[in-house]
């Protein structure tokens, strides 16, 4: 699902939504989401799962291309972890 398909399924779900007004909201949550991950803090979505980041370590690697060794440099990633309602119902569980 594409972010377009996720504002145009929050318009059909609620009728008294302008499409404008469940694209700031999207637009909102999304936001918030990664300035909460820019601050170094968790999101967690209960029955969805958790965003947070991750610290990856300097290390030395290898282009792909030529074998040579390239230096690699420490950097934060984000990191999901579903949570038990998504993984039961991505497995066919009900609740």
């Given at each position: 699902?594409?972010?377009?398909?996720?504002?145009?399924?929050?318009?059909?779900?609620?009728?008294?939504?302008?499409?404008?007004?469940?694209?700031?909201?999207?637009?909102?949550?999304?936001?918030?989401?990664?300035?909460?991950?820019?601050?170094?803090?968790?999101?967690?979505?209960?029955?969805?799962?958790?965003?947070?980041?991750?610290?990856?370590?300097a290390?030395?690697?290898?282009?792909?291309?030529?074998g040579?060794?390239?230096?690699?440099?420490?950097?934060?990633?984000?990191f999901?972890?579903?949570?038990?309602?998504?993984?039961?119902r991505?497995?066919?569980?009900?609740?």
């Amino acid at each position: 699902m594409t972010k377009s398909e996720l504002i145009a399924r929050i318009t059909q779900l609620n009728p008294h939504l302008y499409q404008t007004d469940a694209e700031r909201i999207v637009d909102t949550v999304f936001e918030e989401i990664t300035a909460a991950l820019a601050a170094q803090k968790r999101v967690e979505l209960r029955g969805f799962g958790v965003f947070s980041v991750r610290r990856r370590n300097a290390r030395a690697g290898r282009n792909p291309r030529t074998g040579e060794k390239v230096s690699v440099a420490a950097k934060s990633v984000p990191f999901f972890k579903a949570g038990k309602k998504l993984k039961d119902r991505l497995n066919g569980r009900k609740e």
